[in-house]
């Protein structure tokens, strides 16, 4: 069953409710078809006293979506799973090594409109922020995300545009303005964790920008 995080700051009865609130989940898995698989990682971690999940600035130097708000996160290799192929893109990008039990589960499968079928996977990091060191071939810069900056009521936007019939979501957070896809993995995992509502995203499309 999931329930709201009484508590949004750093406490040891946290990890135990976030892994009970995304494994209530039930994920709904999208087929792949034709589709490129991905996966990214949605890691909580502590900053400044408080509960705050891990995002990135994307290397300006990058082909696709270079200097774009994004997860840690990339192509799934032959023979691996989601959870796997998360925690090696976080290695690779941000020089976090985390073990297979920092998994907590997964969030809905999102399909982007470049192809791809993407997997959210949670996981708890019990690290020092201030240590990661991003690789600069891919990643400008990391950031962090408080549960308060997420949590607060106007952080969703909703809006429509004439070449989609569905809503464009995005977050508008303290650190910029961010958008789907990265925008409908932060909303899931904000209903979810920090809410405990069992909240779909699916439906939710992208801004035009980000259709390539």
Same mark, same amino acid.
Not at 52 to 60: K, S
Not at 136 to 152: G, K, M, Q, Y
Not at 189 to 211: K, L, M, N, S
């Given at each position: 069953?999931? /329930?709201? !995080?009484?508590?949004l ?13 995304? %494994?209530?989940?039930?994920? $709904? ?6 589709? %490129? @698989?991905?996966?990214?990682?949605l ?22 979506? @270079?200097? $774009?708000?994004?997860?840690? #996160? #990339? ?7 989601? =959870? ?5 893109? &976080? ?6 090594? !985390?073990?297979?039990?920092? &998994? ?9 409109? @470049? ?22 071939? =891919?990643?400008?810069?990391v950031?962090?995300i408080?549960? *308060? ?8 936007? +909703?809006d /429509?545009?004439?070449?989609? *019939?569905?809503?464009?979501? @995005?977050? $508008?957070?303290? &650190? ?12 899931? +995992?904000?209903?979810v ?6 909240? %779909? ?6 801004? %035009? +920008?980000?259709?390539?």
């Amino acid at each position: 069953m999931m /329930r709201p !995080l009484e508590d949004l700051s750093f406490a040891a009865t946290a990890r135990g409710q976030i892994a009970a609130n995304v %494994r209530a989940l039930e994920p $709904q898995a999208q087929p792949l078809g034709a589709l %490129r @698989s991905a996966a990214v990682a949605l890691v909580v971690v502590e900053s400044r006293g408080q509960l705050a999940v891990l995002l990135t600035r994307r290397a300006g130097t990058l082909r696709a979506h @270079s200097g $774009q708000w994004a997860l840690p #996160g #990339g192509r799934i290799d032959p023979g691996e799973n989601a =959870e796997t192929a998360a925690l090696r893109e &976080v290695q690779e990008e941000i020089n976090l090594d !985390l073990p297979k039990g920092a &998994v907590v589960g997964v969030l809905d499968d999102y399909i982007t409109r @470049s192809g791809y079928r993407i997997t959210p996977v949670v996981a708890w990091a019990d690290t020092d922020i201030a240590m990661l060191s991003p690789n600069p071939s =891919e990643v400008a810069s990391v950031h962090t995300i408080s549960f *308060d900056d997420l949590a607060r009521p106007d952080a969703p936007q +909703f809006d /429509r545009i004439p070449e989609s *019939d569905r809503e464009i979501i @995005s977050m $508008q957070l303290e &650190v910029d303005q961010i958008f789907a896809p990265t925008a409908a993995m932060l909303f899931q +995992f904000r209903e979810v964790v920090i809410f405990g509502r069992p909240t %779909r995203v699916f439906h939710y499309d992208q801004p %035009r +920008f980000a259709w390539r």
